[in-house]
């Protein structure tokens, strides 16, 4: 059942967030950190991503699941490359550091990549390949997470959503920026959806029959009990090339696995064998390309921009008003979101007072 929403100011919300997690006992710049992550989520609309995920990070560290100190630890380091422990850290905060290794390699050596292992939920993975474009340079980002997908003509959830981002500089003013996921959707989605009393759209969703699944509520509970499982990028079967899909979310895996010596596949879960809450051990990889040793920035730049502006001028179907690239949809959101808050509907609204009230932050006044 549809509601309306209250719209909390982006600045109010940012600070309330980091006020949460400095309440739990996460430092100072690492609650700044983690709140930045979150608030970027909501300006470019992802509400998956957002204030709507502070509860999940609020229980794993009141539940003893995720460490609010982050102590990462350096298992093996070359020039050009690093392998990093998370040991069980802020996702964020691991992600953060991480990805600022690899810049500082890149900008010495041209190149930099750092595989991590043992860390947590990292939000948006759009968030990091950004730090790198900021510095004049090519960003990738990938990460395992817990099983939901189903490998093609399979039902069982086995890969993570498994998102792919990746960010490059233009000239315009906006940077090309790709975030998605390796399945049609992903947990969160549905997750927002259930808060919202809506259904999941079919085709999402395979169920253990085989069939589709719309229930949300009773979907993010079968993902649990492997009774359901959402679908690669294509969909099921290969008519749609699902089976791409599939093979993106499993490169995903590689990168994020196999490189750190980390868990993989169902090994990647916040659940143990007797059904009890565990920590969760999710495997990430950075890497960074500084352009000017290949070509000057500003050539890359324009050519950057020439690409995405020929995409867009292209000839478009009947009845569409216009092309997009990646990134130009999140610029403009977050124009909009600045000037009118981010919004919060009354589920949301619940889960966000309990945290309020539980921290004492009563100086917040959220509008609700």
Not at 49 to 68: E, N, S, T
Not at 326 to 337: D, I, L, M, S, T
Request: charged share 20%; glycine share 12%; hydrophobic share 40%.
């Amino acid at each position: 059942m549809a509601d309306k929403p209250v719209y909390i100011p982006v600045a109010t919300l940012q600070g309330f967030m980091r006020d949460v997690f400095l309440g739990l006992g996460v430092p100072p710049e690492d609650a700044a950190i983690t709140a930045e992550v979150l608030i970027t989520s909501d300006l470019w609309g992802i509400a998956s991503h957002g204030v709507g995920r502070l509860k999940q990070y609020y229980d794993r560290i009141k539940g003893g699941l995720q460490h609010p100190v982050t102590q990462m630890r350096v298992l093996k380091e070359t020039p050009t490359t690093a392998v990093i422990d998370g040991q069980l850290g802020m996702g964020q905060v691991v992600a953060h550091r991480s990805m600022r290794m690899a810049i500082d390699k890149a900008r010495r050596y041209g190149m930099g990549a750092v595989a991590v292992r043992n860390s947590g939920h990292f939000g948006i993975a759009g968030y990091y390949p950004l730090m790198a474009v900021k510095e004049g340079m090519v960003g990738l980002t990938v990460t395992n997470a817990r099983p939901s997908i189903a490998p093609t003509f399979g039902v069982q959830p086995k890969l993570g959503t498994n998102p792919i981002a990746f960010g490059a500089p233009s000239d315009e003013p906006h940077p090309f920026l790709y975030d998605a996921a390796t399945s049609i959707t992903q947990r969160g989605k549905i997750e927002v959806l259930d808060r919202a009393e809506e259904p999941t759209p079919a085709g999402w969703v395979i169920g253990a029959d085989g069939t589709t699944a719309t229930d949300s509520a009773q979907i993010l509970r079968d993902l649990t009990t492997d009774s359901a499982a959402l679908l690669p990028l294509g969909g099921a079967g290969e008519e749609m090339a699902g089976h791409k899909g599939y093979g993106l979310a499993t490169m995903v895996e590689v990168l994020s696995a196999s490189l750190q010596g980390g868990l993989f596949l169902s090994a990647v879960t916040d659940i143990d064998r007797q059904g009890r809450p565990q920590p969760l051990r999710i495997g990430h990889f950075f890497l960074a390309i500084d352009v000017e040793h290949c070509v000057p920035l500003a050539e890359f730049k324009k050519t950057t921009g020439d690409i995405m502006r020929e995409l867009r001028a292209s000839k478009r179907a009947p009845g569409c008003e216009r092309i997009y690239t990646a990134g130009e949809k999140e610029y403009a959101n977050e124009q909009r979101v600045r000037a009118e808050g981010v919004p919060a509907n009354a589920n949301l609204q619940k889960v966000i007072k309990t945290m309020q009230q539980e921290l004492g932050l009563t100086r917040y006044d959220l509008g609700f």
